[in-house]
């Protein structure tokens, strides 16, 4: 019985081993051509190997020579890390309000945030260009950080209130008891448990900002405020005939580095679990 | 260290409920005092009144002679074991415990040496550097306990602090928190609606019911002369029996046999102006198997003769359960507390009757046995009031 069962467990494991190795490899395929992209000279561009056959930092050396990308470079990670901040305080506040308090109109306040969540962007794209040219935002950081912010605020409020809800306020309760203030009980016990919250939050929020094309290309027009993935759409060659194809390799690896080092960061701080055990249960 | 008075204190939510109706309680310094009842019956408001956790309504708290209703939890130095711990789940065992220490701002050697303390007390010294997720529920609500008594506060109060754990654990707990409270001598009070916890810990036991004290006094004393229906149902396992009895020229008559009422009881019963139709109650202890018990005491009592329902035997002694035809004794008290112990739906026909007989009875499963009980025993209630028609102070 049991050696039949463990013959099953192994069949199983390897079965799983084989299909989450598909998966890896599907998802990772079009990463790597594009880092493999990145480090071949304009020569060899469209030759179709997967390893270079000589490696080259042209392409590298091509974007940062520039102020076109670092321009870019530096409007992006300015807007999605102002918008992140803020988006995450007031989400918070908000999901800290809604976890935790019964006020008249919190139905409202959840239904409206979802529905903004679930609004289709791209309709909201020319009466966005019409009203900040008329406000004079067009092309301007808070142009961008704005409607981010609308959007992310959902997307946080969600996440946050989530996390909220799984501290037992019983905790708070206990930290009263034992002397703390307010303050004191929301500063030792109630923000650290909340902590993995606020950062996967800011990760996700994060990521959507740094994403986005489609209002970066709509509300902007010059190098004042074009975030990467529109700078991207504007790059070209050297010279006219030049295929871009090397530098937006070049330029796709570098915007991926902030990501992976923003949840790198934040992942240590992300313990899965944190409260159990706080509780009986 | 010191007393807590709770003088007319009442607790009315916002949304109307009225949860605790003017309590009046005086707990005397180093006293162990247990708050009793069913579900829902303002026994946690009370205790969070105390805290500071619910504020008091109406009426006053005072801790050491000081009226404290208005001072934050922090400010009235009283600690407090919740039912579920609430331990702080990124902390260690030894940081928990040290939490009240250095929000008072301790110096680091003090917080040392009396974690150390708490620890050997509890017998945590080997669990200092866990984090509460890796204890079992029994460590877990050592650890509560230690965060409680590290700092040595005015007072402990205690919410269902046993009710996680599984039975055996709590009988344990029950006698280490007993053990724990004589050797630090500090007033504390617990909550709790196991009836057997509250006869078997407090110096003192408060029964309530519908958030208005019921009757307050020694476990034994509850037991010995509950003041009315509710307490004698709610005080004693297995509980009381309740019969429907009619008084007539000094003779009680009921399905359990008639019996002249004895002198005691009759002057009582004099004084206390009873109606006619009353309730007899009577402890399971009460009965005995009438072919055992001595003639001379024989006639001093009731005799019934019925089929033996189900009888178990406990070896010192046996448990004979009986099924009499008859009216169930009907009050609102009764009801309230088989509602509370889910007895409620059991189609009752009949009068159910838990008798306790010595282990040398005869009386067998299925066959007919005669039972007598201890005419100077019974106690007899007032169904309207649920008044104790036969209550002595003493
Ligand atoms: N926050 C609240 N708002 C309104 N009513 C409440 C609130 N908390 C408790 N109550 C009501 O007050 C009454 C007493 O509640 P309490 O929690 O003190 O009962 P309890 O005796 O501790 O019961 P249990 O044994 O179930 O813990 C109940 O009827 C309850 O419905
Ligand atoms: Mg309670």
């Known amino acids: 019985m049991a050696g039949i069962s463990g013959a099953e467990t192994k069949a199983k494991r390897i079965g799983w081993g084989l299909l989450n190795t598909v998966a890896v490899i599907y998802a990772l395929v079009p990463v790597l051509w594009i880092v493999s992209l990145s480090f071949k000279s304009s020569a060899t561009l469209t030759d179709g190997n997967f390893i270079p056959r000589e490696w080259s930092f042209d392409n590298y050396r091509n974007i940062f020579a520039t102020t076109e990308f670092i321009r870019a470079l530096v409007n992006s990670i300015g807007i999605a890390v102002i918008a992140t901040a803020i988006a995450v305080v007031f989400g918070t506040m908000a999901a800290y309000a809604i976890a935790r308090l019964d006020f008249p109109g919190k139905r409202l306040l959840v239904g409206i945030s979802l529905l903004i969540a679930m609004f289709p962007q791209i309709s909201l794209v020319s009466p966005l260009f019409d009203i900040e040219r008329a406000l004079g935002l067009f092309d301007t950081w808070p142009g961008l950080i704005l ?101 937006i390799a070049a330029a796709a690896v570098v915007i991926t580095i902030p990501i992976i080092l923003f949840v790198l960061f934040f992942q240590r701080r992300i313990v899965a679990g944190l409260t159990s055990g706080a509780v009986k249960g | 260290m010191a ?9 009315r939510y916002p949304d109307g409920a009225l949860a605790v109706q003017e309590v009046n309680l005086e707990i005397a310094d180093g006293e162990f005092i247990i708050l009793v009842g069913p579900s829902g019956c303002g026994k946690s408001t009370t205790l969070n009144m105390i ?98 008594i590290v700092r040595s506060p005015k007072a402990f109060l205690m919410d269902e602090p046993l009710s996680n754990l599984d039975a055996k654990l709590r009988v344990q707990m029950r006698t280490s928190v007993s053990r724990l409270q004589k050797q630090l001598g500090t007033t504390t009070v617990y909550v709790t609606h196991d009836q057997t916890e509250a006869m078997t810990l407090g110096d003192r036991v408060v029964v309530m019911r519908g958030g208005v004290v019921q009757q307050i006094g020694a476990p034994q004393f509850l037991y010995d002369q509950p003041a009315n229906l509710f ?13 429907p009895a009619t008084l007539e020229n000094g003779a009680l008559r009921s399905v359990i046999g008639d019996v002249t009422l004895t002198d005691r009881i009759r002057r009582l019963v004099e004084s206390a102006d009873a109606p006619r139709e009353v309730i007899l109650g009577i402890r399971p202890e009460h009965f005995e198997d009438a072919a055992i018990v001595e003639p001379a005491k024989l006639s001093a009592g009731g005799k019934f003769t019925s089929h033996v329902d189900v009888l178990e035997s406990m070896g010192s002694d046996k448990y004979a359960y009986f099924n009499l ?27 159910s009757l838990v008798t306790r007989l010595s282990s040398a009875s005869g009386a067998v499963e299925g066959e007919p046995a005669d039972i007598w009980f201890d005419a100077d025993k019974v106690q007899l209630f007032d169904p309207s009031s649920g008044k104790n028609l036969t209550y002595t102070e003493r």
């Open chain 1, 147 to 247: 409607p981010y912010i609308t959007f992310a605020l959902p997307l946080a409020i969600y996440t946050l209130s989530a996390f909220f809800r799984e501290i037992p306020w019983e905790l708070e309760k206990a930290a009263k008891m034992d002397g703390a203030t307010p303050a004191q009980a929301f500063q030792k016990v109630i923000a650290p448990l909340a902590a993995p919250g606020v950062f996967t939050t800011a990760i996700l929020v994060f990521i959507f900002c740094w994403n986005d094309f489609l209002f970066a290309i709509t509300l902007t027009s010059t190098e004042a405020s074009r975030t990467v993935p529109a700078a991207l759409s504007f790059f070209t060659g050297s010279s006219q005939f030049e295929d871009p194809a090397g530098s």
């Open chain 2, 3 to 11: 007393e807590i008075v709770l003088d007319k204190v009442t607790k």
């Open chain 2, 51 to 148: 805290a500071g956790l619910e504020d008091i309504t109406d009426g006053e708290l005072r801790i050491g002679g000081q009226r404290v209703n208005e001072k934050a939890p922090k400010d009235r130095d009283i600690a407090m074991v919740f039912q579920s711990y609430a331990l702080y789940p990124h902390m260690t065992v030894k940081e928990n415990m040290a939490f009240p220490l250095r929000l008072a701002k301790v110096d680091n050697a003090t917080v040392e040496k009396k974690v150390k303390e708490a620890a050997e007390i509890l017998d945590l010294s080997q669990h200092l550097e866990r984090k509460p997720s890796n204890l079992s529920g029994g460590q877990r609500q050592r650890v509560a306990m230690g965060r409680a």
């Open chain 2, 231 to 243: 307490v004698a149902g709610f005080i004693g396992s297995p509980s009381m029996n309740f019969v």
């Open chain 2, 325 to 351: 035809t008859g009216e169930q004794a009907a009050s609102a008290e009764l009801q309230e507390l088989a509602a509370d112990a889910g007895s409620d739906d059991v189609p009752g026909d009949g009068i």
